[in-house]
């Protein structure tokens, strides 16, 4: 797989105390759409000694993304909403179907399994880093869902 | 910057390099819990005197106790979390769906289907097989995957068998999902499958004879957008209008390809 390096400064806001994020997002992912929304799925990988977070997606498909957790409790699901994604120092945080993931609302038409979309990822002391997500039927997504995830 | 599929930050003074190696090793602690490594060699006992080797000898007993210890507080984990799985798992089934203990019978409810009219959920799903889910159109994950999935799996067992599976999808949302949004909402899945609304009463009705929990709508923020909990499997009504087995959301297609030729043979999951 290709990985795109870009070197970026902290920034006025400065880095965490405590060291430097570095971070990979990979397999990053839209679903075709059902409706006027979709999906969208990656991998953030945090190789370095800082802790980081995830506090904005932007996509030129759609007027807005959100960040959305999918809690499951009692045999339901429900999303909700969340302004910030930890990731912290050495881990590894997967954007999963069923999980966490991003709510791409306000289409600004429909997603076709086979084109692509860009979707930019703003970290909180990283910086920006704009992707290219290829669009999959959501049955391939299937693939994605965490095993036993709902516990039951 | 764009590239495909991934891409790394790496800030100048990052001493990523370490860290990454560090992560390409098992950390030392790893290899603590070993139990191999606790067994003392006979040779191992201190050397000087029968105390430094009864002590060894009493040390490597209590590793034993503990490593016995461990094999039984696993065990007994392992029991607990068996207990806590629903009665309805059955651990040695080769179904790809969850086994019901108890046979439930189709839902005895009359709601509306995409055109309209009235839709009686257990006498106008004659086909041999009928898939049951609760669900609403803003589900941009949960609800897409389960039916995307189930579409690709109907495709591949070809329409003979496509056209004995009755996909039944009941929006708990009525109050967005209209009729028609309903119906273009499925469409895009495939025509075949039925979507239903009802009054909330009538949602109800049909959620607590399907035994799953009740959903729920959150109250709206300020656009007016409000979150839907709602129970995420499927359930497969066989032809004699009675299910034995359920569906949890991701389920793969090829379990679909595997276990719905079954069920339409008139198997029973046990």
């Known amino acids: ?152 | 910057m764009s590239s495909p599929g991934a891409g790394t930050f790496r800030a100048p003074a990052s001493t990523a390099g370490e860290v990454t190696e560090g992560l390409d090793h098992p950390p030392a602690g790893a290899t603590a819990g070993d139990p191999a490594r606790s067994d003392p060699a006979p040779g191992d006992a201190a050397p000087g005197g029968g105390a430094a080797a009864d002590r060894a000898d009493q040390d490597a007993r209590k590793r034993v106790v503990a490593v016995v210890g461990l094999i039984v507080a696993a065990a007994i984990v392992g029991g607990v979390l068996a207990l806590l799985r629903p009665a309805t798992t059955s651990a040695s089934s080769d179904w790809a769906g969850t086994v019901l203990g108890v046979e439930q019978p189709k839902p005895e409810v009359v709601l509306t289907d995409t055109s309209g009219n009235p839709f009686d959920l257990a006498r106008d799903t004659p086909r041999p097989l009928t898939l049951l889910m609760f669900g609403y159109t803003n589900c941009p994950d949960v609800c897409p995957i389960s039916l995307s999935t189930l579409a690709s799996a109907l495709e591949a067992l070809g329409p003979e068998v496509a056209k004995k599976v009755q996909m039944v999808f009941v929006s708990v949302d009525p109050e967005r999902d209209t009729p028609e949004r309903l119906r273009e909402y499925l469409d895009q899945f495939d025509p075949r499958f039925v979507g239903l609304t009802g009054t909330p009463e009538e949602l109800a009705r049909a959620q607590e004879l399907a035994n799953v929990p009740q959903a729920f709508l959150d109250d709206p923020d300020e656009d007016g957008s409000y979150e839907v909990g709602h129970a995420s499997q499927m359930i497969a009504y066989q032809e004699d209008g009675l299910a034995r087995i359920v569906y949890p959301f991701g389920t793969r297609e090829g379990d679909w390809v595997s276990d719905l030729p079954r069920l339409l043979a008139g198997e029973l999951p046990s």
């Open chain 1, 1 to 152: 797989m290709c990985l795109a390096v870009l070197v970026v400064g902290c920034g006025l806001a400065g880095c965490s105390s405590s060291g430097t994020p570095e971070l990979t997002v990979e397999d990053v992912v839209a679903s075709a759409n059902a409706g006027d929304l979709s999906a969208a799925y990656a991998a953030i990988t945090n190789h370095g000694d800082g802790d980081d977070a995830l506090v904005a997606v932007r996509c030129s498909c759609s007027e807005r993304v959100s960040i959305h957790h999918t809690e499951h409790h009692d045999g339901l699901s429900k999303m909700v909403p969340t302004d910030r994604l930890e990731v912290p120092a050495g881990e590894r945080v997967a954007l999963t179907p069923g999980g966490t993931h991003l709510m791409l609302e306000g289409l600004h038409g429909p997603l076709a399994a086979g084109d692509e979309v860009e979707l930019t990822f703003e970290f909180e002391h990283t910086g920006e880093l704009t992707l290219s997500a290829p669009i999959v039927e959501p049955a391939e997504l299937a693939d994605r869902v965490e095993p036993n995830h709902e516990g039951a």
